[in-house]
C-alpha cells in the first residue's frame, strides 16, 4: 500500500519509527503505467520535528516498447528514496499549516501520507530515455519497416534514402553563385 494514515506517529515524539510494506497494483501510478505484477518494498517512516521523513524502497517490472524494433519487453526497476512529508494542518488544533509548495510531499488533512507520486517521479526517473530491449538490437529498416533481428532487409543492396536530395541542389546553386566570374 502506498497510502498510509500516520496521525499516531505524528502525535509521537520525534525519532519515533514505523515500518510499512508496499504491495501496490502498479496502477496506483497512473494509467501510463503499465506493469506486470505489482510494485513491492517497503519503507520506513521516521518522526522528525516538522514532519516524517520516508525512506522508501521500491520495485516493479514494467512493460516498454524498444527504441529500436518497437516490439514490447518487460524492465526491472529498483528505486530508493528519502523524502521529508510535512502534515497540511496542526494535529492538535486542526487549523492549516503554512505549505511547503510541493503537493507531493504533503500530508493530507485526514493525516494520509501517500508516497504515490513520489514513487512515480523516482521510478519514471530509473527508467531510460529510449529503453531497448537488449544491447544488440539491430532495430528495424528505415525503409522498408523489416524487424532486423528476425528477418533479413528486403530493400535493394546499396539503396539509399535520399530524403534531403532537394537540399543537395541548393547547395550545389549556392556553390555556382559563390565562384568568381571571369
Not at 46 to 67: E, S
Request: proline share 9%.
Amino acid at each position: 500500500m502506498l497510502a498510509h494514515n500516520v496521525a499516531a506517529l505524528l502525535k509521537s515524539p520525534p525519532g519515533t519509527v514505523r515500518r510499512v510494506e508496499i504491495d501496490e497494483p502498479s496502477s496506483a501510478l497512473g494509467p501510463e503505467w503499465k506493469a506486470s505484477g505489482t510494485l513491492r518494498g517497503g519503507a520506513r517512516f521516521i518522526r522528525t520535528q516538522t514532519g516524517i521523513l520516508a525512506h522508501a524502497h521500491v520495485r516493479g517490472v514494467f512493460a516498454l516498447d524498444c527504441a529500436r524494433c518497437l516490439e514490447p519487453f518487460e524492465w526491472p526497476v529498483d528505486v530508493d528514496f528519502d523524502e521529508e512529508f510535512f502534515p497540511s494542518i496542526n494535529l492538535s488544533t486542526g487549523a492549516p499549516l503554512p505549505t511547503s509548495g510541493d503537493d507531493a510531499v504533503r500530508i493530507d488533512e485526514r493525516h494520509v501520507l501517500d508516497l504515490s507520486e513520489i514513487a512515480r517521479q523516482y521510478l519514471t526517473t530509473a527508467i531510460p530515455f529510449q529503453p531497448v530491449c537488449r544491447p544488440d538490437c539491430a532495430g528495424i529498416c528505415p525503409e522498408c519497416g523489416a524487424d532486423l533481428n528476425t528477418t533479413p532487409c528486403g530493400c535493394a543492396p546499396g539503396f539509399k534514402s535520399d530524403q534531403f536530395g532537394a537540399l543537395a541542389v541548393l547547395l550545389s546553386q549556392d556553390d555556382e553563385s559563390e565562384r568568381p566570374q571571369p
